[in-house]
């Protein structure tokens, strides 16, 4: 039997915990034993926890982010100091924790842990990198070079979840795309979305047009909003929702300009329009609420894998998604939504409107979904073929 230990870096529940809990559950447990290490308490791993899986914690190793969604860029050189420091400190101590324990591999859940890489590799451990970002170029593309060295020289598979985030590394025999995946028992098209409606005071008919990723630029609400806005003056019986995180007014998020931005966004919003716009906050009920709408809205301004996408489509919901990287590998521009230009309201507006009015082309473009999803992002599917390397993998060892 093979011991893989899985090494995750998030708190809280999204992409990236969920798809390494799909690839777990697919596992031949007499072929596989897996070991969850976290990196912080969390709710991550209270899921891994919740499911039976050995799950273990240690607050004192660190990542190091330099992708789209999380770098530091010159007015965080304090974090970026720190980062540094702590990067020869977390080799240590991941050596250390490696030599307690028996492992033949070790997965590593994203492309942020560097340092936990290069002390599996030191003590002799094959070692999976689960690319599931995009890396930042930043200013020289120093960081990135270094990045990427590492997870070539260390990575004896590599697993980036669509080929946007492949093309970012050095070419390599060993990177193998395999797209990140749902689970079609929870993302079911035939769910009623009733209740919801129900919940917020919605009628059965009232069309409903939904963006996930709560309140961030690299979401793209602010062109959300701006949308959102522009369509209401001639179609004012839409009602818009924005379910996820919104910045609170703590330190962190004055420092990093989240609060700002969520200001800007909320002040974009005429009076009368509030109630046509809706911000729901965090919901651990996604599949229902998806049920609930009629349109899904993802206009990222940075490229990045774009999980709302695929769970919409699973659900039978056309998607507008920006016209990037990650995004328009997920969405067959004019099958199963549009791709519109990143940052172009308008543009995002007009795919509105027609998905909207034209209620024949959302319910074809939604069964294509559908199709295109389970072919393509299919968790029993997709674990198959990880199952799969991880056996070349060993038998080439």
Known sequence: MRKILYVHHGKGIGGAPLSLLYLIRGLDRSRYQPTVLCIHESEA??????????????????????TNVLWYPWWQLPKL???LLQFPLTILRARSFLRTRQFDA????????????????????????????????GYLGLRRAVIRGIIDRTGDLVLPICRYDASQLRPSTRIHVV???????????SLDGQSIRRELGIGVDRPVITMLGGVNPIKG????????????????DIQFLIAGPVPDDGIRNKINGLRIYRDAVF????????????????????????????VLCF??????FARPVIEASAMGLPVIASDLGGPNELVRDGETGFLVRAQDSGALAAAMRRLIEDPALAERMGRNGIEFAREQFD???????????YDRMFEEG
């Open 221 to 236: 609400t602010r062109e959300f909003v701006a949308a959102a806005v522009s369509l209401l003056a001639s179609r004012p």
């Open 267 to 294: 002040s974009a919003i005429p009076a009368p329009l509030r109630q046509a716009i809706r911000f729901l906050g965090v919901r651990s009920d996604i599949p229902q609420l998806l049920a609930a709408s009629d």
């Open 299 to 304: 206009p990222s301004t940075v490229p990045h």
């Open 81 to 83: 100091a720190l980062r």
């Open 106 to 137: 070790v997965h590593l859940n994203t492309s942020t842990l560097t340092a936990f890489a290069l002390a599996a590799k030191a003590e002799g451990l094959r070692v999976v990198w689960h690319i599931r970002e995009p890396l930042q170029r």
């Open 179 to 189: 797209y990140n995946f749902i689970d079609f028992t929870q993302f079911d098209a």
């Open 379 to 389: 968790a029993e599917k997709n674990t198959r073929a990880v199952i799969r390397y």
């Open 45 to 66: 791993a209270d899921l891994y926890r919740r499911e039976g899986i050995e799950t273990l914690v240690d607050a004192s190793l660190h990542d190091f982010s330099h």
